[in-house]
Protein backbone atom coordinates (compact mmCIF):
# COMPACT_ATOMS: atom_id res chain seq x y z
CA UNK A 1 0.00 0.00 0.00
CA UNK A 2 1.31 3.22 -0.99
CA UNK A 3 2.40 5.44 2.25
CA UNK A 4 0.07 8.09 3.73
CA UNK A 5 -0.01 11.42 2.31
CA UNK A 6 1.65 14.12 5.07
CA UNK A 7 0.71 17.54 3.64
CA UNK A 8 -1.27 19.91 6.17
CA UNK A 9 -3.36 20.21 3.26
CA UNK A 10 -3.35 17.92 0.30
CA UNK A 11 -4.47 17.71 -2.61
CA UNK A 12 -6.57 15.42 -4.56
CA UNK A 13 -6.09 15.75 -8.69
CA UNK A 14 -9.09 13.93 -10.14
CA UNK A 15 -8.50 12.78 -13.91
CA UNK A 16 -11.56 11.54 -14.48
CA UNK A 17 -11.76 13.98 -17.48
CA UNK A 18 -8.21 12.83 -19.17
CA UNK A 19 -10.33 9.43 -19.62
CA UNK A 20 -13.66 12.05 -20.90
CA UNK A 21 -11.21 13.24 -23.56
CA UNK A 22 -9.56 9.92 -24.38
CA UNK A 23 -13.25 8.50 -24.71
CA UNK A 24 -14.49 10.90 -27.07
CA UNK A 25 -12.46 9.42 -29.57
CA UNK A 26 -12.07 5.96 -28.58
CA UNK A 27 -8.33 6.30 -28.80
CA UNK A 28 -5.74 5.08 -26.97
CA UNK A 29 -4.48 8.53 -25.31
CA UNK A 30 -4.12 10.70 -23.31
CA UNK A 31 -3.84 8.22 -20.72
CA UNK A 32 -4.72 8.49 -17.30
CA UNK A 33 -2.12 6.87 -15.73
CA UNK A 34 0.16 9.18 -17.69
CA UNK A 35 -1.88 12.08 -16.18
CA UNK A 36 -1.45 10.31 -12.97
CA UNK A 37 1.97 10.19 -12.78
CA UNK A 38 2.72 14.11 -13.96
CA UNK A 39 -0.02 15.39 -11.75
CA UNK A 40 2.10 13.55 -8.69
CA UNK A 41 5.25 15.46 -9.81
CA UNK A 42 3.49 18.65 -10.16
CA UNK A 43 2.61 18.84 -6.67
CA UNK A 44 -0.61 16.28 -5.81
CA UNK A 45 -0.62 14.15 -3.31
CA UNK A 46 -3.06 12.15 -4.48
CA UNK A 47 -5.00 10.88 -7.53
CA UNK A 48 -8.62 10.72 -7.67
CA UNK A 49 -10.98 8.68 -9.62
CA UNK A 50 -14.76 8.28 -10.16
CA UNK A 51 -15.57 4.74 -11.82
CA UNK A 52 -18.61 5.62 -12.53
CA UNK A 53 -21.46 3.00 -12.51
CA UNK A 54 -21.79 3.59 -16.54
CA UNK A 55 -18.02 4.01 -17.14
CA UNK A 56 -18.34 7.29 -18.75
CA UNK A 57 -15.32 8.42 -18.09
CA UNK A 58 -12.81 6.46 -15.87
CA UNK A 59 -12.38 2.81 -16.57
CA UNK A 60 -11.54 -0.55 -14.60
CA UNK A 61 -8.51 -0.85 -16.54
CA UNK A 62 -7.87 2.83 -15.31
CA UNK A 63 -7.84 2.34 -11.78
CA UNK A 64 -6.05 -1.09 -12.11
CA UNK A 65 -3.15 0.59 -13.97
CA UNK A 66 -2.67 3.77 -11.40
CA UNK A 67 -3.30 1.44 -8.30
CA UNK A 68 -0.81 -1.54 -9.48
CA UNK A 69 1.78 0.70 -11.94
CA UNK A 70 2.19 3.78 -9.90
CA UNK A 71 2.35 4.20 -5.73
CA UNK A 72 0.42 6.96 -5.64
CA UNK A 73 -1.81 7.12 -2.94
CA UNK A 74 -5.56 6.63 -4.70
CA UNK A 75 -8.76 7.97 -3.70
CA UNK A 76 -11.43 5.82 -5.49
CA UNK A 77 -14.46 7.38 -5.49
CA UNK A 78 -17.49 5.33 -6.43
CA UNK A 79 -21.55 4.72 -5.48
CA UNK A 80 -22.46 2.79 -2.60
CA UNK A 81 -23.13 -0.76 -4.57
CA UNK A 82 -21.67 -4.41 -3.91
CA UNK A 83 -20.05 -4.19 -7.46
CA UNK A 84 -17.85 -0.72 -6.08
CA UNK A 85 -17.08 -2.49 -3.25
CA UNK A 86 -16.00 -5.52 -4.39
CA UNK A 87 -13.85 -4.00 -6.61
CA UNK A 88 -12.71 -1.56 -3.94
CA UNK A 89 -11.28 -4.65 -1.70
CA UNK A 90 -9.88 -6.25 -4.83
CA UNK A 91 -7.57 -2.76 -5.67
CA UNK A 92 -7.47 -1.53 -1.87
CA UNK A 93 -6.97 2.30 -2.67
CA UNK A 94 -5.62 4.24 0.05
CA UNK A 95 -9.13 5.64 0.44
CA UNK A 96 -12.37 5.18 -1.21
CA UNK A 97 -14.90 8.40 -1.28
CA UNK A 98 -18.55 7.70 -1.15
CA UNK A 99 -20.53 9.86 -3.30
CA UNK A 100 -24.56 9.64 -4.62
CA UNK A 101 -24.65 8.61 -8.26
CA UNK A 102 -27.85 8.70 -10.89
CA UNK A 103 -26.93 7.94 -14.66
CA UNK A 104 -28.68 11.19 -15.88
CA UNK A 105 -26.31 13.56 -13.92
CA UNK A 106 -23.77 15.14 -15.97
CA UNK A 107 -21.90 15.37 -12.81
CA UNK A 108 -22.23 14.60 -9.10
CA UNK A 109 -25.23 16.71 -7.95
CA UNK A 110 -25.54 16.91 -4.32
CA UNK A 111 -23.88 15.33 -1.07
CA UNK A 112 -24.88 11.99 -0.12
CA UNK A 113 -28.65 11.12 1.53
CA UNK A 114 -26.23 9.97 4.89
CA UNK A 115 -28.90 10.38 7.06
CA UNK A 116 -31.74 8.52 5.40
CA UNK A 117 -29.14 5.46 3.86
CA UNK A 118 -28.00 4.68 7.26
CA UNK A 119 -28.46 0.85 6.96
CA UNK A 120 -27.43 0.80 3.54
CA UNK A 121 -24.13 2.83 4.08
CA UNK A 122 -23.15 0.71 7.40
CA UNK A 123 -21.62 -2.42 6.33
CA UNK A 124 -19.68 -1.71 3.09
CA UNK A 125 -18.10 0.82 5.12
CA UNK A 126 -17.67 -1.44 7.37
CA UNK A 127 -15.85 -4.16 4.69
CA UNK A 128 -14.09 -1.34 3.04
CA UNK A 129 -12.20 -0.18 6.72
CA UNK A 130 -11.57 -3.91 7.82
CA UNK A 131 -9.43 -3.94 4.59
CA UNK A 132 -7.67 -0.80 5.48
CA UNK A 133 -8.95 1.90 2.77
CA UNK A 134 -10.18 4.92 4.72
CA UNK A 135 -13.46 5.77 3.87
CA UNK A 136 -14.81 9.57 3.55
CA UNK A 137 -18.67 10.46 2.45
CA UNK A 138 -19.22 12.94 0.45
CA UNK A 139 -21.87 15.28 1.91
CA UNK A 140 -23.24 19.03 1.80
CA UNK A 141 -22.21 20.71 4.69
CA UNK A 142 -25.39 20.27 6.95
CA UNK A 143 -25.46 19.56 10.31
CA UNK A 144 -27.81 16.74 10.24
CA UNK A 145 -25.32 14.80 7.27
CA UNK A 146 -22.59 15.68 9.24
CA UNK A 147 -24.01 13.60 12.25
CA UNK A 148 -24.89 10.70 10.31
CA UNK A 149 -21.65 10.45 9.00
CA UNK A 150 -19.96 10.59 12.76
CA UNK A 151 -22.79 8.16 13.43
CA UNK A 152 -21.10 5.69 11.02
CA UNK A 153 -17.62 5.92 12.41
CA UNK A 154 -15.84 7.17 8.87
CA UNK A 155 -12.50 8.99 9.30
CA UNK A 156 -13.41 11.39 6.64
CA UNK A 157 -16.00 13.62 5.68
CA UNK A 158 -15.49 15.42 2.15
CA UNK A 159 -18.33 18.88 2.45
CA UNK A 160 -19.30 18.97 -1.20
CA UNK A 161 -18.35 22.73 -2.44
CA UNK A 162 -20.40 22.35 -5.76
CA UNK A 163 -23.30 24.95 -5.08
CA UNK A 164 -20.76 27.60 -3.48
CA UNK A 165 -18.72 27.18 -6.71
CA UNK A 166 -21.48 27.43 -8.87
CA UNK A 167 -22.64 31.21 -7.11
CA UNK A 168 -18.96 32.42 -7.20
CA UNK A 169 -19.18 31.87 -10.74
CA UNK A 170 -22.77 33.24 -11.16
CA UNK A 171 -20.75 36.58 -9.01
CA UNK A 172 -23.58 36.34 -6.79
CA UNK A 173 -21.80 38.04 -3.98
CA UNK A 174 -24.14 37.61 -1.38
CA UNK A 175 -25.30 33.97 -1.61
CA UNK A 176 -21.64 32.96 -2.04
CA UNK A 177 -20.75 34.53 1.32
CA UNK A 178 -23.76 32.57 2.88
CA UNK A 179 -22.35 29.18 1.32
CA UNK A 180 -19.19 29.97 2.14
CA UNK A 181 -20.61 30.26 6.28
CA UNK A 182 -22.14 26.99 5.62
CA UNK A 183 -19.03 25.30 4.71
CA UNK A 184 -17.05 26.92 7.30
CA UNK A 185 -19.43 25.75 10.00
CA UNK A 186 -19.96 22.24 8.47
CA UNK A 187 -16.29 22.03 8.52
CA UNK A 188 -16.18 22.94 12.30
CA UNK A 189 -18.93 20.85 13.26
CA UNK A 190 -17.67 17.75 11.63
CA UNK A 191 -13.99 18.37 13.20
CA UNK A 192 -15.40 18.83 16.64
CA UNK A 193 -17.07 14.86 15.70
CA UNK A 194 -12.99 13.56 15.11
CA UNK A 195 -14.04 13.47 11.46
CA UNK A 196 -11.18 14.20 9.36
CA UNK A 197 -12.90 17.30 6.88
CA UNK A 198 -11.86 17.34 2.93
CA UNK A 199 -13.73 19.52 0.55
CA UNK A 200 -14.31 19.48 -3.34
CA UNK A 201 -16.38 19.98 -6.29
CA UNK A 202 -16.37 22.89 -8.86
CA UNK A 203 -12.92 24.52 -7.51
CA UNK A 204 -11.31 26.83 -9.68
CA UNK A 205 -8.46 29.44 -8.98
CA UNK A 206 -10.25 32.34 -8.07
CA UNK A 207 -12.71 29.91 -5.66
CA UNK A 208 -10.44 27.90 -4.01
CA UNK A 209 -8.69 30.60 -1.74
CA UNK A 210 -11.99 30.36 0.73
CA UNK A 211 -11.59 27.08 0.87
CA UNK A 212 -8.37 26.51 1.55
CA UNK A 213 -8.01 28.96 4.09
CA UNK A 214 -10.98 27.43 6.34
CA UNK A 215 -8.47 25.57 9.11
CA UNK A 216 -10.30 22.43 9.80
CA UNK A 217 -9.78 21.39 5.92
CA UNK A 218 -6.89 19.33 5.52
CA UNK A 219 -7.88 18.18 2.20
CA UNK A 220 -9.30 19.55 -1.40
CA UNK A 221 -10.33 17.55 -4.40
CA UNK A 222 -10.17 19.00 -7.91
CA UNK A 223 -10.39 17.78 -11.46
CA UNK A 224 -12.09 19.34 -13.95
CA UNK A 225 -10.89 22.71 -13.45
CA UNK A 226 -7.39 21.45 -14.00
CA UNK A 227 -7.68 19.46 -17.19
CA UNK A 228 -9.52 22.44 -18.92
CA UNK A 229 -6.89 25.00 -17.84
CA UNK A 230 -4.48 22.17 -19.09
CA UNK A 231 -5.35 23.01 -22.63
CA UNK A 232 -4.23 26.57 -22.30
CA UNK A 233 -0.94 25.80 -20.03
CA UNK A 234 -0.18 22.76 -19.78
CA UNK A 235 -1.51 19.75 -16.55
CA UNK A 236 1.17 20.22 -14.83
CA UNK A 237 1.33 24.40 -14.93
CA UNK A 238 -2.46 24.16 -13.93
CA UNK A 239 -1.41 21.82 -10.80
CA UNK A 240 1.40 23.78 -9.55
CA UNK A 241 -0.39 27.24 -9.93
CA UNK A 242 -3.37 26.02 -8.20
CA UNK A 243 -0.89 24.03 -5.31
CA UNK A 244 0.33 27.47 -5.15
CA UNK A 245 -2.72 29.22 -4.51
CA UNK A 246 -3.98 27.06 -2.52
CA UNK A 247 -1.10 27.08 -0.33
CA UNK A 248 -0.87 30.75 -0.31
CA UNK A 249 -4.46 31.20 1.30
CA UNK A 250 -3.98 28.35 4.12
CA UNK A 251 -0.74 30.65 4.90
CA UNK A 252 -2.86 33.97 5.15
CA UNK A 253 -0.57 35.68 2.65
N1 LIG B 1 -15.24 15.45 -5.16
C1 LIG B 1 -16.19 14.61 -5.59
C2 LIG B 1 -16.83 13.71 -4.61
C3 LIG B 1 -16.56 14.56 -6.95
O1 LIG B 1 -17.53 13.71 -7.36
C4 LIG B 1 -15.87 15.38 -7.86
C5 LIG B 1 -16.20 15.30 -9.32
O2 LIG B 1 -15.92 14.04 -9.80
C6 LIG B 1 -14.87 16.21 -7.37
C7 LIG B 1 -14.59 16.26 -6.02
C8 LIG B 1 -14.06 17.09 -8.27
O3 LIG B 1 -14.89 18.05 -8.83
P1 LIG B 1 -14.37 18.91 -10.06
O4 LIG B 1 -14.09 17.95 -11.16
O5 LIG B 1 -15.50 19.83 -10.33
O6 LIG B 1 -13.13 19.63 -9.61
Redesign the pocket.
Known amino acids: MPPEPKRPLRLGV?I??VATLRNARGSPYPEPVRAARLAREAGADII?M?LREDRRHIRDIDVESVARETDIPVNL?MAATPEMVAIALRLKPYAC?I?PERRQEV??EGGLDVAGLHNHLAPMIDELKRAGIRVAL?IDPDPRQIEASAALNVPDV?LHT?TYCDATLEGDAARTQLLLADLRAGAKIAAGLGLEVHA????TYENVGAVAAIPEIVEL??????VGESVFIGFAPAIRHMRATMDRARIGS
Open positions: NDHTHECVTTFEGGHGLQIGHFL
